[in-house]
């Protein structure tokens, strides 16, 4: 079996995708937004991907119940309700890992996701095991086979190659292709029994993390997929049986449609974090801005230091201060007169 390499062209469409993610990610990235809007949002990013990613499999609960469940965690649950479960679990669990830096992208870790995700879903012998018989690809309006993947015997070498492939480029490709390249050819592999689609989406997810996107955690790539579901599949599956059209395979369509993808939802995210973080509760005014400017220059704030910066009467200012306390972007020290303020360390 010939290692894997795999085929695509970096199109001036593929180069302008690349250039506008970088872009978006580095504005993004250059924005401090208050602790209270980043928390909001990450927590819709996970109602989105847990509906989004089990609603692409076919989960037919709308989202208004998947919020509801993830809120209550209800003791009794069907099966549609435990995917939903599954999914968000796994994903806050590798959303806190990647802002530790403590993920090691590996076979394990792939495992463990499709472990986690199928968790009383199906029987233990398929969950967190490389698949042991063959499985089939159906098209999910016809119910017609479309793919077979390649045979069991072959799926861990096939694991094996992909997983080599992402840790040799790593430092060399740019890191949106090496995690769309990840994806398709996971897909394709199909190494177990069920959860391919899902575990594709959160291991992708994971090596988008590495490309410096800090505020990773607060998007959802499944939303895009989710959104016209019938084009995914067009671009990230394959029609035929593999041995006949692994050299023929092209990742360059779906390299495009993948990252075309990523800044669809960094645009929409952008856009709602204006929108969040211009609102009362969160909006800093001129005299806010000032505490900030003092503190980044100086360290620290006194009461009396910003006594001086602005005409503004004692328990005003109390009140300016408690509301970035508030934001969790600074925090009190000290007691009485000897009281200041410096940034809170997250």
Not at 2 to 15: D, N, R
Not at 34 to 61: D, H, M
Not at 115 to 134: H, P, T, V
């Amino acid at each position: 079996m010939s290692m894997f390499g795999p085929k695509y062209t970096i199109t001036q469409k593929l180069l302008a995708n690349i250039k506008c993610i970088a872009a978006l990610v580095a504005e993004l990235n250059s924005k401090s937004f208050p602790k209270v809007v980043l928390a909001e949002f990450e927590r819709r990013a996970r109602e989105l991907s847990a509906f989004s990613s089990t609603s692409i499999e076919g989960n037919p609960l709308p989202l208004t119940d998947v919020k509801r469940i993830l809120k209550n965690k209800p003791v009794y649950i069907r099966d549609s309700e435990r995917e939903v479960l599954n999914y968000n679990k796994t994903l806050l669990r590798l959303n806190e890992s990647a802002e530790k830096g403590k993920v090691t992208f590996n076979l394990e870790l792939i495992l463990n996701i499709q472990k986690s995700i199928m968790q009383g879903l199906i029987q233990s012998y398929g969950c967190g095991k490389i698949r042991r018989e063959a499985v089939f690809v159906n098209d999910p309006r016809s119910g017609k086979t479309v793919y077979l993947p390649p045979d069991y015997q072959d799926a861990p070498l096939l694991m094996k190659e992909l997983l080599n492939y992402i840790k040799i480029n790593k430092s060399v490709v740019d890191s949106l292709i090496l995690a769309g390249i990840f994806h398709k050819q996971f897909v394709l592999i199909h190494p177990f029994i069920d959860g391919n689609g899902r575990t594709a989406r959160l291991a992708a997810k994971v090596l988008l993390a590495g490309m410096g996107l800090n505020t990773f955690n607060l998007f959802s790539f499944e939303n895009y997929y989710n959104n016209n579901v019938t084009r995914y599949f067009q671009n990230v599956g394959a029609i035929g049986n593999y041995y006949d059209i692994k050299n023929k395979i092209d990742f360059t369509g779906w390299l495009e449609y993948f990252t075309e993808g990523i800044i669809d939802e960094l645009m929409r995210v952008e856009k709602e974090l204006k929108t969040a973080a211009a609102s009362p509760e969160t909006e800093l005014k001129p005299h806010h801005r000032k505490i900030i400017k003092h503190i980044k220059e100086n360290g620290f704030i006194t009461d009396k230091k910003y006594a001086r910066l602005v005409s503004r009467a004692k328990p005003t200012r109390n009140l300016d201060f408690r509301k970035l306390i508030k934001m969790e972007m600074i925090e009190k020290f000290g007691k009485g007169k000897a009281t200041y303020y410096k940034f809170k360390i997250l």
